[in-house]
Nanobody, 124 residues
Framework: QVQPVESGGGLVQAGGSLRLSCAAS????????MGWFRQAPGKERVFVAA????????YYADSVKGRFTISRDKAKNTVYLQMNNLKPEDTAVYYC?????????????????WGQGTQVTVSS
């Protein structure tokens, strides 16, 4: 069973950068879609970005386009979320998720495996 594990969260000032990592416990998920979601205090969990393991097609929420970059390292079975020009509204718990179907989806209900989340706090 794939079990994503996130790392890299922390506290950063507005305008700063952080890189989140997501490692899966099992290799070769070549048909999967890897996604990042976030949940701010008192709000629902929402889609941030996704990447197809094969082909590396990427998808982003409008709120992060131009600031966040999702990528993957197949040799390390790891997906990254590079976050630049962070804003206080980016403060949230960030979750890595895996969808066994490689088709694009921003619907959290269509993802099969979830990490425990990592806290990102952006101070103003």
């Amino acid at each position: 069973q794939v079990q994503p594990v996130e790392s890299g969260g922390g506290l950063v000032q507005a305008g700063g950068s952080l890189r989140l990592s997501c490692a899966a416990s099992v290799g070769t998920f070549s048909t999967y879609l890897m996604g990042w979601f976030r949940q701010a205090p008192g709000k629902e969990r929402v889609f941030v970005a996704a990447i197809k393991w094969i082909g590396a097609n990427t998808y982003y929420a409008d709120s992060v386009k131009g600031r966040f970059t999702i990528s993957r390292d197949k040799a390390k079975n790891t997906v990254y979320l590079q976050m630049n020009n962070l804003k206080p509204e980016d403060t949230a718990v960030y979750y890595c998720a895996v969808r066994r179907n490689s088709g694009y989806s921003d619907n959290q209900l269509e993802y099969d495996y979830w990490g425990q989340g990592t806290q990102v706090t952006v101070s103003s």
